[in-house]
Each structure stands twice: as structure tokens, then as C-alpha cells.
């Protein structure tokens, strides 16, 4: 999803700015002549020629001040004031960082060419924030893209939240009113929209993004409740603080009120920090952008024979759970006959303790080419495109069906916590042989040993897997 607090947008910035500092290098490179004539603190420079090396080292090199300075942390950034002074600042570190780095090079590059250099990227860096905030703005205007606040509880407590939130710089937030049990509340004022008993339909109704609880402490159990209710339904959950044991696997403080005396905690938190999600979003799309290209023409024929092989679609479009419980439509190649899902309750069973039981071997449904394409993995090819999309990552716990997350305990909903995957580590230990339901404990592990390196490794087990063919069916 495109939107501008995601990491999605955090990757488009870096990119706009990169290419900004390069156009604005080359821009001087083959301007220098015209701008001598035109500025007159620029001398005439016969031959400038920069190393090629340069021009992606330049863009690197400010890049990664930006990124050390949270100029691309949104939530540090809501004002405008905040994000161009943090440009300003990593623009001074530049300067002097880039100043050194010309120092080994031979070609003479005068100092004012520089400053010309500077400025123009800084101009540039500049002007594209302006009009994405204008666009922002718009979409604000036209109720695209705000995030609709529900807040449960009515007291002091709620309407001082409600104070803040409707102030700049949270342009983008809407108050769309309160829950409250309080019988008299409910009488006379007009923006309690119902009881806590009415939560599922007020969310739904208004398409509730993020839930506010400003209830006391001793409410703890009415909280509990609350987020039991919401498990399914992707609205982030803010608590005014003595609520952190609601956690799904950690909080984080919301501080952008802090300043106002209403610390927020979100207990749907992420289980990766920023840095380690913005890491994970590119190392997706690099390597699904790879396996794309290198495996386009292998999907086209297993599109051809998909076709040939039985009647029915190509694909298999699946309503599946992802992160924070979003639903999406995960894509594959049909395996099996075009009226499948109708005929499960045929081939599905229980084990001994009552546990649902969806693949086994022989299922009657898998066609011919289906028993090929799933022994070796290739009907899951086309989930590159979901995963170059955001909807999920090439690594992470194996996205449910959604009457499947529905018989969840509470402790299971972890999962949930970071981006669902093509593969992870109950995939590498398992695959088919272990059942569906017994999953989450690999899954927990993969969440509480997270890193970069870990995916790796599971994506080069996943190889191996999948050319010997083991486990799948």
C-alpha cells in the first residue's frame, strides 16, 4: 500500500531524493560553462569531469545522513518545520562529507561549483516535499487518506486526547466520536456514538482506522475485552498508559503527543523496529523483482499448460490473512479442479484431538499438472507479485485463511505482528508434513530471532526443499 506513513512511501522518498542529488550532480557537471557566464563567482572550468563512481557514491552518501537524521520517519516529521530542518541539518553534514570526498579526486571541481552543486539538490529535495505535502493535503481535503479515530470513553481523559488529535499538525486525523457505557453521557451528548457494545458496528460503519481506549485503570478487564473483539479487523488500538500487558508481543509508545502530556501506547505494534522493516521491504523488492524477470517466461508456460491441462482459470485467487489481520487476495496457479473449494468437505478431516486437517496426500481434487507444480512449489511462483506489491514478504509466517484465524486463541495472533511470507521457518521444517495448525510455534521463533540474516538463510533452506521436492503434496 502506497500510503504516507507506510514503509512503501519511505523507500519512494529515499529513491526521489537519490535521484535528485544525481540530477542535481549532473546538472552542474555539463551546466558549468553556461553558469560561469551567468553567476559571477563561478570561474570558467575547461575539462570537469567526474568519476562515474561518484555519481552513485554522492546520492549514497546523502542518503544515508537523511536516513540518520529520521528524515523519512514520518511520525518525527508531521510538521513541516520538523522534516526541512532536518534537511537543512543533513545537507550541512553533506556538504562537509562530499567536500572531503572531492579531495581525492584529480579533476578540479572550483569550490562555488560546489556550493551551485548544493543548492541545486537541496532545491530539488526541497520542492518535491512541497508538493507531496500539497497533495497530501488534497487528499486530506477530499476525506482520502485520513485515519478515522474512535475513541472509548468519554471522561477527561478522552476529550484531552480528542483536543490534541484535532490539532496541527495531525491534519490527516479525524475524530469521528466516543464510545461510553455512562447511561447520562449516552442521553445528553451528542458525539457518543453508542456503548461499548456497540463497538463492531461503530468501527465498520465509520471505517474506523485507529481505536483510542481512555479508560481508568481499573477497567482493565473492559480493555481486554475490547481488543479481543478487534482482533480481526485491521485498526491499530492506542491505550492511555496501564494497559501494556494487552500487547500482542511488544508496545510501542506513540510520542508525538507526548509534548502535550497524553503519551500513547500501541499495542498492535510491529515486532520489527523501522529499520529492520524498511530493510526487509527492500531486500523484497530486489529479490522479487529478480525472481520476476528470471522466471517470467517459466510462468507463461505453466500459464499455457494450467489452461490445457483442465478447464477452469489460471489462477487461484485466495482471500488470505496478512499483517495487523488485513485480508488480501493471495495469488497462484490453480492445482486443482475449477470447483474445488466446493468439494472439501469430502477430503477435509480432524486428528484424534479435533484439529482440522486440510492437505493429505492423494487428494482427488489436485489435477494432473497440479500434482507436479505443488511437489516442486512452482504454483506459488505468482506470489512474487504479492510480494512486490507489499501484501506480503518473500519471508514470515504463512498467510491463514481468514475461518482458520477465526478459531485463534489470543496468544496466536503474533503472527499477525510483522508481514505474512512466501516461505518461513515452518515451511524449512516441515512443509506439508506438519500440519496447519501446528505452525505458530515456528512462526513465534521466526518473530522473536528476526533478522535479515535469518531470512537468508530460511530463502537458501527453501531452495534446497524445493528441488528435492520433500514435504509438499
Given at each position: 500500500m502506497f500510503r504516507r506513513y507506510s514503509v512503501n512511501f519511505e523507500l519512494f522518498s529515499i529513491f526521489l531524493d537519490?535521484?535528485?542529488?544525481?540530477?542535481?550532480?549532473?546538472?552542474?557537471?555539463?551546466?558549468?560553462?553556461?553558469?560561469?557566464?551567468?553567476?559571477?563567482?563561478?570561474?570558467?572550468?575547461?575539462?570537469?569531469?567526474?568519476?562515474?563512481?561518484?555519481?552513485?557514491?554522492?546520492?549514497?552518501?546523502?542518503?544515508?545522513?537523511?536516513?540518520?537524521?529520521?528524515?523519512?520517519?514520518?511520525?518525527?516529521?508531521?510538521?513541516?518545520?520538523?522534516?526541512?530542518l532536518r534537511l537543512i541539518l543533513s545537507s550541512l553534514l553533506a556538504t562537509i562529507s562530499l567536500a572531503g570526498l572531492l579531495y581525492f579526486v584529480p579533476t578540479v571541481f572550483a569550490r562555488s561549483l560546489f556550493i551551485v552543486f548544493i543548492l541545486i539538490a537541496i532545491f530539488f529535495m526541497g520542492i518535491w516535499r512541497v508538493f507531496i505535502r500539497l497533495y497530501w493535503r488534497k487528499q486530506y481535503?477530499?476525506?482520502?487518506?485520513?485515519?478515522?479515530?474512535?475513541?472509548?470513553?468519554?471522561?477527561?481523559?478522552?476529550?484531552?486526547?480528542?483536543?490534541?488529535?484535532?490539532?496541527?499538525?495531525?491534519?490527516?486525523?479525524?475524530?469521528?466520536?466516543?464510545?461510553?457505557?455512562?447511561?447520562?453521557?449516552?442521553?445528553?451528548?451528542?458525539?457518543?456514538?453508542?456503548?461499548?457494545?456497540?463497538?463492531?458496528?461503530?468501527?465498520?460503519?465509520?471505517?474506523v482506522n485507529i481505536l483510542v481506549i481512555a479508560l481508568p485503570?481499573?477497567?482493565?478487564?473492559?480493555?481486554?475485552?475490547?481488543?479481543?473483539?478487534?482482533?480481526?479487523?485491521?485498526?491499530?488500538?492506542?491505550?492511555?498508559?496501564?494497559?501494556?500487558?494487552?500487547?500482542?508481543?511488544?508496545?510501542?509508545?506513540?510520542?508525538?503527543?507526548?509534548?502535550?502530556?497524553?503519551?500513547?501506547?500501541?499495542?498492535?505494534?510491529?515486532?520489527?523496529?523501522?529499520?529492520?522493516?524498511?530493510?526487509?521491504?527492500?531486500?523484497?523488492?530486489?529479490?522479487s523483482s529478480a525472481m520476476i524477470t528470471v522466471t517470467l517466461p517459466f510462468m507463461i508456460l505453466i500459464a499455457i499448460l494450467v489452461k490445457l491441462d483442465s478447464p477452469g482459470p489460471i489462477f487461484f485467487r485466495q482471500k488470505r490473512v496478512g499483517e495487523n489481520t488485513q485480508p488480501f487476495e493471495m495469488l497462484k496457479f490453480r492445482t486443482m479442479v475449477q470447483n474445488a473449494e466446493k468439494l472439501a468437505s469430502q477430503v477435509v478431516k480432524t486428528d484424534e484431538r479435533g484439529n482440522t486437517l486440510h492437505k493429505h496426500r492423494n487428494d482427488p481434487r489436485i489435477t494432473r499438472l497440479g500434482h507436479f507444480l505443488r511437489r516442486y512449489s512452482l504454483d506459488e511462483l505468482p506470489q512474487a507479485f504479492n510480494v512486490l506489491l507489499g501484501q506480503m514478504s518473500l519471508v514470515g509466517p504463512r498467510p491463514e485463511m481468514p475461518y482458520l484465524v477465526e478459531k485463534?486463541?489470543?496468544?496466536?495472533?503474533?503472527?499477525?505482528?510483522?508481514?505474512?511470507?512466501?516461505?518461513?521457518?515452518?515451511?524449512?521444517?516441515?512443509?506439508?508434513?506438519?500440519?496447519m495448525h501446528l505452525n505458530t510455534e515456528d512462526d513465534l521463533y521466526y518473530i522473536e530471532n528476526y533478522s535479515i540474516w535469518l531470512d537468508i538463510k530460511i530463502i537458501l533452506k527453501t531452495v534446497n526443499i524445493v528441488i528435492s521436492g520433500r514435504g509438499a503434496y
Amino acid at each position: 500500500m502506497f500510503r504516507r506513513y507506510s514503509v512503501n512511501f519511505e523507500l519512494f522518498s529515499i529513491f526521489l531524493d537519490g535521484f535528485s542529488v544525481f540530477v542535481a550532480l549532473v546538472l552542474t557537471s555539463f551546466a558549468h560553462l553556461w553558469l560561469a557566464g551567468f553567476l559571477f563567482f563561478t570561474k570558467k572550468i575547461c575539462n570537469l569531469e567526474l568519476p562515474i563512481f561518484y555519481y552513485a557514491v554522492f546520492p549514497v552518501i546523502w542518503i544515508y545522513l537523511n536516513l540518520g537524521l529520521s528524515l523519512y520517519d514520518g511520525r518525527k516529521n508531521m510538521r513541516y518545520a520538523d522534516e526541512f530542518l532536518r534537511l537543512i541539518l543533513s545537507s550541512l553534514l553533506a556538504t562537509i562529507s562530499l567536500a572531503g570526498l572531492l579531495y581525492f579526486v584529480p579533476t578540479v571541481f572550483a569550490r562555488s561549483l560546489f556550493i551551485v552543486f548544493i543548492l541545486i539538490a537541496i532545491f530539488f529535495m526541497g520542492i518535491w516535499r512541497v508538493f507531496i505535502r500539497l497533495y497530501w493535503r488534497k487528499q486530506y481535503s477530499h476525506k482520502q487518506e485520513l485515519r478515522r479515530i474512535l475513541i472509548v470513553g468519554c471522561g477527561n481523559t478522552g476529550r484531552k486526547v480528542a483536543s490534541q488529535f484535532t490539532r496541527p499538525p495531525a491534519s490527516n486525523l479525524e475524530i469521528v466520536g466516543f464510545l461510553d457505557d455512562d447511561p447520562e453521557k449516552l442521553k445528553n451528548t451528542p458525539d457518543i456514538l453508542g456503548s461499548t457494545n456497540d463497538l463492531e458496528r461503530v468501527v465498520d460503519f465509520y471505517n474506523v482506522n485507529i481505536l483510542v481506549i481512555a479508560l481508568p485503570a481499573r477497567a482493565f478487564s473492559l480493555e481486554s475485552n475490547i481488543v479481543d473483539r478487534l482482533r480481526m479487523k485491521p485498526v491499530k488500538i492506542w491505550i492511555v498508559p496501564n494497559a501494556h500487558r494487552l500487547s500482542l508481543f511488544q508496545c510501542d509508545v506513540i510520542d508525538h503527543l507526548s509534548s502535550v502530556g497524553v503519551p500513547l501506547i500501541d499495542v498492535r505494534a510491529p515486532s520489527i523496529s523501522d529499520e529492520q522493516r524498511l530493510h526487509k521491504r527492500i531486500f523484497d523488492l530486489i529479490v522479487s523483482s529478480a525472481m520476476i524477470t528470471v522466471t517470467l517466461p517459466f510462468m507463461i508456460l505453466i500459464a499455457i499448460l494450467v489452461k490445457l491441462d483442465s478447464p477452469g482459470p489460471i489462477f487461484f485467487r485466495q482471500k488470505r490473512v496478512g499483517e495487523n489481520t488485513q485480508p488480501f487476495e493471495m495469488l497462484k496457479f490453480r492445482t486443482m479442479v475449477q470447483n474445488a473449494e466446493k468439494l472439501a468437505s469430502q477430503v477435509v478431516k480432524t486428528d484424534e484431538r479435533g484439529n482440522t486437517l486440510h492437505k493429505h496426500r492423494n487428494d482427488p481434487r489436485i489435477t494432473r499438472l497440479g500434482h507436479f507444480l505443488r511437489r516442486y512449489s512452482l504454483d506459488e511462483l505468482p506470489q512474487a507479485f504479492n510480494v512486490l506489491l507489499g501484501q506480503m514478504s518473500l519471508v514470515g509466517p504463512r498467510p491463514e485463511m481468514p475461518y482458520l484465524v477465526e478459531k485463534y486463541k489470543s496468544w496466536q495472533y503474533v503472527r499477525f505482528t510483522l508481514p505474512q511470507g512466501m516461505t518461513g521457518w515452518w515451511q524449512i521444517t516441515g512443509r506439508s508434513d506438519k500440519p496447519m495448525h501446528l505452525n505458530t510455534e515456528d512462526d513465534l521463533y521466526y518473530i522473536e530471532n528476526y533478522s535479515i540474516w535469518l531470512d537468508i538463510k530460511i530463502i537458501l533452506k527453501t531452495v534446497n526443499i524445493v528441488i528435492s521436492g520433500r514435504g509438499a503434496y
